[in-house]
């Protein structure tokens, strides 16, 4: 069946460090890839998506990559921020009709001034 | 409201009670999804509705689970004679077409069962 893999966490960067969470899936034919963020108390929100292969999706500074050689999607911002904290969900959508998302296990990730 | 909500934001049950959360759809949404978030793991999905047609509900665990949305708006997830592997964080979605990929997921309900 469909499966997402992500880096575990926590990921504890400083302020303006580069970031880089890796996620790969597995998946048959041509998925959709999703980043979702989870601030604390807060309800997931989806932060960037690429729907083919070698699309980048971009939002907040954030971006990833789909890679279908690699089958990844590793999400990627240049200088981090303290608000960047949270967690940070890689998901796939199966081709051909489905509606209903596979998820990683989650990423915490944890900026320090 | 502006977005989802979910109500009560936490639930505690003794083991063998019913329970009954709610979850109210940025309004006119068509698609109403909800899922279970077990502590350190990514969202499962339970059950899909489009409208107050139940159309998926592959994912529920048990018979002991139950949804609905009679009037294509708000739902409730039941859940009855409670078990300590109940215990999670449930999150309800919703969409507002086929067409988009697009879930605005509500804070969640965390629910503990004594």
């Known amino acids: 069946g469909d499966s997402v893999t992500q880096m575990e966490g926590p990921v504890t960067l400083s302020e303006e460090a580069f970031l880089t969470i890796n996620c790969t899936y597995t998946?048959?034919?041509?998925?959709?890839l999703f980043w979702y963020v989870q601030y604390p108390g807060e309800g997931l929100q989806l932060l960037l998506k690429a729907t083919k292969a070698d699309d980048k999706g971009s939002n907040k500074g954030f971006e990833a990559t789909y890679r279908k050689e690699t089958t990844s999607f590793h999400l990627e911002k240049g200088s981090v921020q303290v608000s960047d904290s949270a967690v940070y969900f890689c998901?796939?959508?199966?081709?051909?009709?489905?509606?209903?998302?596979?998820f990683g296990r989650g990423t915490s990730l944890i900026v320090h001034p | 409201g502006a977005g989802v909500s979910q109500s009560p934001r936490y639930k505690v049950a003794k083991r063998g009670q019913d329970v009954a959360l709610r979850c109210d759809p940025i309004?006119?949404?068509?698609?109403l999804f909800w899922y279970q978030q077990a502590l350190g793991q990514g969202p499962e999905f339970l059950t899909y509705?489009?409208?107050?047609?139940?159309?998926?509900k592959s994912g529920l665990p048990s018979d002991r689970f139950f949804a609905e949305r009679p009037e294509g708006s708000v739902s409730t997830l039941k859940i009855q004679r409670t078990q300590q592997e109940d215990s999670a964080v449930y999150l309800c979605a919703s969409r507002g077409g086929s067409s988009t990929d697009t879930q605005y997921f509500g804070p969640g309900t965390r629910l503990t069962v004594l």
């Open positions: 998946a048959t034919g041509y998925p959709s």
């Open positions: 998901a796939l959508r199966a081709s051909g009709g489905s509606y209903i998302p596979t």
């Open positions: 509705f489009q409208n107050e047609a139940q159309l998926d």
């Open positions: 309004s006119g949404h068509v698609s």
